[in-house]
């Protein structure tokens, strides 16, 4: 099946740095993917569109300074929580839909911890 | 509020009872889609379904999806303690983008 990796599962920062999170469609190619972020006992928020070869589009309140994207190939996609504080301490998770691919077919990655100290 | 509600958002089973959970919208649902979480770990997908009136079945787990497409409900035959975790239907906004909103998802505790 469809195997999508993330890379950290966990990581610890301080105030003020950057820390990078990747996403990786690991057996099937991805021109677009999807990054999610989960507060503890809520639901995922859809926080951007990753598109191979152009810009994120962000949704409505989502800081696209702060939350850097970058899709480089049909792989790989990565966010970057840029001067991190501890409010962007959560769970983050990406999705990507294979290309070609079913109109709803994509699949989960299992997530990344971030916590900011 | 939310876009797709879930319902109940917690719930409390006894081992071998059946269970059933509901996802509403408010509007047309395009592609919705199961999963369960165990806190903190990434989505299980456990199905899709996209066709009004469509029903699919993985082992104990039905789903279905209602005539107008606005309702769909997750239903456990017999609940082990394996099926204990956090469930959440997501649903794509139209046919065509891929982006899905989720409802807040509904914890499952089964007592053995």
């Known amino acids: 099946g469809a195997v999508v990796s993330q890379h950290p599962s966990r990581v610890i920062c301080k105030s003020g740095t950057s820390v990078k999170i990747e996403c990786r469609s690991l057996?099937?190619?991805?021109?677009?993917m999807f990054w999610y972020r989960q507060f503890p006992k809520k639901s995922l928020m859809l926080m951007a569109t990753?598109?191979?070869?152009?810009?994120?589009?962000?949704e409505q309140g989502v800081e696209k300074d702060k939350f850097l994207i970058n899709h480089a190939s049909l792989t790989l996609s990565t966010l970057t929580v840029t001067s991190a504080h501890p409010e962007d301490s959560s769970f983050y998770i990406c999705?990507?839909?294979?290309?070609?691919?079913?109109?709803?077919?994509?699949?989960f990655g299992p997530g990344t911890r971030l916590t900011v100290t | 509020s939310q876009e797709l509600e879930q319902s109940p958002q917690s719930l409390i089973v006894q081992e071998g009872k059946n269970l059933t959970i509901n996802c509403t919208s408010s509007?047309?649902?395009?592609?919705l889609y199961w999963y369960k979480q165990k806190y903190g770990e990434g989505l299980i997908f456990l199905m899709m379904?996209?066709?009004?009136?469509e029903e699919k079945s993985h082992e104990k787990i039905t789903a279905k999806l209602d005539e107008k497409k606005q309702q769909s409900s997750l239903h456990i035959t017999a609940s082990q303690p394996s099926h204990a975790g956090i469930y959440l239907c997501?649903?794509?906004?139209?046919?065509?983008?891929?982006?899905?909103?989720f409802g807040q998802g509904t914890t499952l505790q089964v007592k053995p």
């Open positions: 999705s990507a839909r294979p290309t070609p691919g079913g109109r709803y077919e994509q699949y």
């Open positions: 509007k047309t649902l395009y592609g």
């Open positions: 057996d099937f190619q991805a021109t677009t």
């Open positions: 997501g649903a794509a906004r139209s046919s065509n983008t891929g982006k899905l909103i």
């Open positions: 379904l996209q066709k009004g009136g």
């Open positions: 990753s598109n191979e070869g152009s810009k994120a589009t962000y």
